[in-house]
């Protein structure tokens, strides 16, 4: 396969997971079988194409389900270790999302 086709497929793969990330997002009940279903195809195009599903949308990798702030995850802050935490609410795991502040010289 010669390097533009593989970065059009990387690229393709990587839009199919944005629309399935968001879609069960958008579902009403994020424990469903169709939202939990879209996070674990989306999941499995990333580690087939090595691609990060990155910060886009917190899910939980233990019962796939996207994380809600409110509805079904809630959210701190460790501003020491600079990351967000989510935890699931069905399961109890933890998504550690970093972040980084920006400078004041830099705005």
Do not use: W
Not at 51 to 67: A, D, E, Q
Request: aromatic content about 8%.
């Amino acid at each position: 396969m010669h390097e533009d086709t593989k970065r059009q497929v990387r690229s393709l793969a990587g839009e199919r997971i944005k629309v399935l990330l968001e879609l069960a997002k958008s579902y009403g009940d994020p424990y469903s079988d169709f939202a939990t279903g879209y996070v674990k195809l989306a999941r499995k195009i990333s580690s087939h194409y090595k691609i990060s599903i990155g910060n886009r949308t917190p899910y939980c990798k233990s019962c796939n389900c996207v994380l809600i702030p409110g509805k079904n995850a809630s959210v701190r802050v460790a501003s020491s270790k600079k990351f967000v935490v989510y935890k699931c609410e069905r399961c109890g795991a933890e998504v550690h999302v970093s972040y980084k502040k920006k400078s004041r010289d830099a705005a």
